[in-house]
């Protein structure tokens, strides 16, 4: 059988950016070439989640993660600058010892090259990036250089289609794919429950600690509201501090509520950002697509929309069902006491 020794000294040369992850979560071993896009790291030992930021597949958190994703493409960054993008693939190592993962740059290899000074010899002599490097040194300075606009804007071309559903900061899908979404289980006749949250006091976070500090409320809201729901949902942010579920076939009111409760409860909870801790709530309302008689999306987003606010004018930390009235008790300015009645999460 062979060593783990002689598996990372025979990866080191067909796969010079492999990296070998244990069980617990540390880098065992990884080959030449990543070594040098981090040179002054010291690799064996460090948690590989805290030097590589995992995009996608979102769910991905530990090591069993990366196990069950087996095959699966991986989308990662450096944590530090400069954070250059990298794809890769992972498959387990016997008797639950940990993963192998190779990984490369995908479209962003000219800008890997520029940025690390890397040659030939930093690729497996089979790599066809070897012999589009070879192309690229015959090129004169201006054919050179003219071929890495076109190979830039092609590579934003590339990325902007898969992020045209994704919004970049949280990982989330936007509110064009929302759409899509709701269109697509409307046509289809499918039943689904549809809720809207808002961050509460998001705004004072911005303005007391400054953006980064929003932003890592923002991705830690999401990382919660994708853990608060299944696979099958979607999680979608479609404004600055707003959020909407999709929850297909979620018709219980009950069970609803629950995950409502759930999500503030979680929300509520303190974030860390450096020495500093945020402190946020949430506010949200929801509808049922079986509430029309023909759902209509723009509908249901109005419907769920008014039970939040009927829910933040109750005192926000609070979630409430949308019922028939409301669009007149939003008119007239709402009366706070008689959304008490309405069915909703529990009392904040």
């Not at 990866?11 to 540390?26: F, I, W």
């Not at 090591?63 to 794809?87: I, N």
């Not at 409320?217 to 099958?232: D, N």
């Amino acid at each position: 059988m062979m060593t783990l020794q002689q598996l990372t000294e025979m990866a080191g040369v067909v796969c010079p950016m492999y990296a070998v992850v244990d069980s617990k979560g540390r880098i065992v071993s990884a080959g030449p070439t990543l070594k040098k896009l981090r040179p002054q790291l010291d690799w064996e030992g460090r948690r590989f989640f805290r030097v590589f930021d995992l995009s996608r597949p979102r769910s991905v958190r530990s090591v069993e993660d990366l196990q069950r994703t087996s095959g699966s493409k991986l989308h990662l960054q450096f944590r530090d600058e400069p954070q250059t993008g990298l794809k890769g693939v992972c498959t387990p190592l016997p008797d639950g010892q940990g993963v192998f993962i190779n990984l490369s740059f995908g479209i962003s290899v000219l800008e890997a090259v520029r940025d690390y000074d890397l040659t030939s010899a930093d690729f497996s002599p089979t790599d066809l990036t070897i012999e589009m490097l070879y192309l690229v040194e015959a090129k004169s300075a201006a054919m050179e250089a003219s071929r890495q606009l076109n190979t830039r804007l092609q590579g934003a071309k590339i990325a902007a289609e898969e992020q045209a559903f994704t919004d970049t900061l949280t990982g989330l899908k936007n509110r064009r794919a929302m759409d899509h979404v709701l269109g697509r289980l409307i046509s289809s006749g499918r039943e689904f429950a549809l809720m809207h949250l808002d961050l509460d006091f998001f705004k004072q976070v911005n303005d007391t600690l400054g953006h980064a500090a929003g932003d890592a409320v923002l991705q830690q809201a999401a990382r919660i509201m994708v853990e608060c729901t299944r696979q099958a949902d979607t999680v979608a942010r479609v404004g600055g501090d707003e959020f909407v579920m999709i929850l297909e076939g979620a018709m219980d009111t009950v069970r609803l509520a629950a995950i409502a409760k759930r999500l503030i409860e979680r929300l509520e909870e303190p974030i860390p950002f450096g020495a500093e801790t945020c402190r946020i709530s949430a506010s949200a309302g929801t509808t049922l697509s079986t509430w029309q008689k023909e759902p209509d999306a723009q509908q249901l987003l109005n419907q769920a929309d008014l039970a939040l606010y009927a829910a933040k004018r109750a005192g926000r930390a609070q979630h409430f069902f949308y019922r028939e009235g409301m669009e007149k008790e939003e008119a007239g300015g709402g009366d706070a006491a008689a959304f008490q009645a309405v069915v909703r999460g529990p009392a904040r």
